[in-house]
């Protein structure tokens, strides 16, 4: 049988008090949302990939704030590893959680990869950090991580780098995630060479049509990247495939055309030609597509 994993994205928890000042715990009630909402997922047979850190919003006041790493922050930069330490031993291997995202597209929403606009601007912004800065950032977070939860896996995912870049640097992700989690947003996709390439697993963690003119939010044309990137993914080597878009309609009566395209490949069920051989890199689950959720904190209520 085929199981359900759900992407959540735009960062996890929030901090209590100054993070200027010294690290005094989390938000409790948000943190037993999330619980409420890793048992419901537990209760239905889903599983959660699930983004921890998410670049600064003015939106979303939450998520990471980009002075941490300016040189000048060091109190609350350790805050941040000393609280992801934390949160890591509370969740960190729980069996729901089949992959941890450690920061959601970190070279283009800390560093110049994705040329955003500095601060202050409307979102999204970047301080365009060199790629040292982000490296070591990275590294940092990823040690972290393991020490906190040495079972679990994590990543950094991407969305420039590893599709766009026909000769992309791995140096960038090799020494700081477990599998790769590559963000494919184009038209007409088309899979890269990945297995000669990746030397360890790697997901497609956000598949659709083009951000570019919203196209992503035009249904026929997301529907399409989606079907591709779902057909042709065991071909690939891609080991799991997380769809992005609206799948249900504003009353959720109907799926929408990318809800159709998800529920067409999961009806089809596993292709024996064309499917990965090799082992999937969270041992969780043998194939898997999701609508991934924009907004992670509309989901625990916070």
């Known amino acids: 049988m085929t199981e359900l994993v759900v992407g959540t994205r735009k960062g996890l928890f929030v901090l209590e008090g100054d993070p200027s000042a010294g690290f005094d715990g989390f938000q409790e009630d948000a943190l037993k949302h999330f619980a409420q909402v890793l048992d419901m ?13 998410d670049q600064e919003e003015v939106a979303s006041p939450g998520n ?8 000048r922050h060091e109190v609350m930069r350790r805050n941040y590893l000393v609280s992801l330490g934390e949160f890591l031993r509370r969740f960190g291997e729980r069996p729901t959680v089949i992959g941890w995202d450690l920061f959601n597209e970190a070279y283009n929403s800390l560093g110049a990869d994705g040329h955003l606009p500095g601060p202050p601007h409307a979102d999204p912004i970047s301080p365009s ?51 790769y989690d590559i963000h494919v947003y184009d038209d007409h ?19 659709g049509a083009s951000t570019a003119g919203a196209h992503d939010e035009n249904q026929a044309m997301n529907s399409q990247a989606v079907s591709y990137l779902l057909e042709h993914a065991g071909g690939a080597g891609v080991s799991l495939v997380l769809a992005q878009g609206q799948t249900f309609s504003a009353d959720r009566s109907r799926l929408t055309p990318t809800g159709s395209a998800v529920a067409s490949f999961l009806s089809a069920g596993p292709r024996s030609s064309g499917q990965a051989q090799h082992v999937n890199p969270l041992e969780a689950v043998t194939y898997a597509i999701v609508s991934a959720a924009r907004r992670v904190k509309r989901g625990l209520g916070l």
Do not use: C, Q
């Open 129 to 179: 950090y060199p790629d040292a800065v982000v490296h070591a950032w990275l590294v940092d977070m990823y040690r972290t991580a393991k020490t906190s939860a040495p079972a679990a896996r994590f990543t950094v995912s991407d969305s420039t780098e590893l599709y766009w870049n026909p000769s992309p640097d791995l140096a960038k992700y090799d020494d700081v995630v477990d599998f």
């Open 64 to 71: 990471f704030h980009f002075e941490a790493l300016d040189g």
């Open 189 to 207: 996709p088309i899979y890269p060479s990945w297995s000669g390439e990746l030397h360890k697993p790697y997901i497609v963690g956000e598949a």
């Open 41 to 53: 997922l537990d209760a239905r047979g889903m599983r959660a990939v699930v983004v921890v850190f």
